[in-house]
């Protein structure tokens, strides 16, 4: 699946619910659902700066398509990050740096945190971008 498919059916996914503590148990069950990160990878090269949680992204390019997993101590914020890698994951650096994530306004999650969550969700994508421009450069 394309980012924009991915990122349509995130947004029709959020749209069955109309309360926003049932969107923030559906965030807590992504987070959930996320593949334990190695400790061998939670280390202070892949915590995301500016997160007021504690929030580890690894990267990894397989076969030309960038794999990311994460972890985070916070179990929202571990559920924006699992959302994230859910759309971005598995693409080429070229289409994550061109990806237009609209899902993030399309389902109101950035009016719905908090301004601290709102900077840390801006540096996750911030540094997937990252990542998408190093690994186009190698």
């Known amino acids: ?45 892949n915590l995301i700066d500016g997160c007021q949680s504690r929030v580890w992204l690894q990267c990894d390019k397989v076969d030309d398509k960038l794999v990311f997993t994460a972890d985070s101590d916070a179990l929202i914020t571990k559920g924006i990050i699992a959302l994230l890698i859910r759309v971005i994951s598995g693409h080429t650096p070229k289409e994550i740096m061109d990806a237009d994530l609209y899902f993030i306004e399309k389902i109101g999650l950035r009016q719905h945190l908090s301004p601290t969550r709102s900077n840390g969700l801006l540096s996750m994508v911030k540094q997937i971008k990252s990542y998408a421009i190093a690994y186009s450069m190698k």
């Open 1 to 45: 699946m394309t980012i924009n498919e991915l990122q349509d059916e995130v947004i029709e996914e959020f749209s069955e619910f109309t309360d926003w503590m049932d969107k923030y148990q559906m965030l807590i069950d992504l987070g959930n659902e996320l593949k334990p990160l190695g400790t061998q990878y939670k280390n202070e090269q």
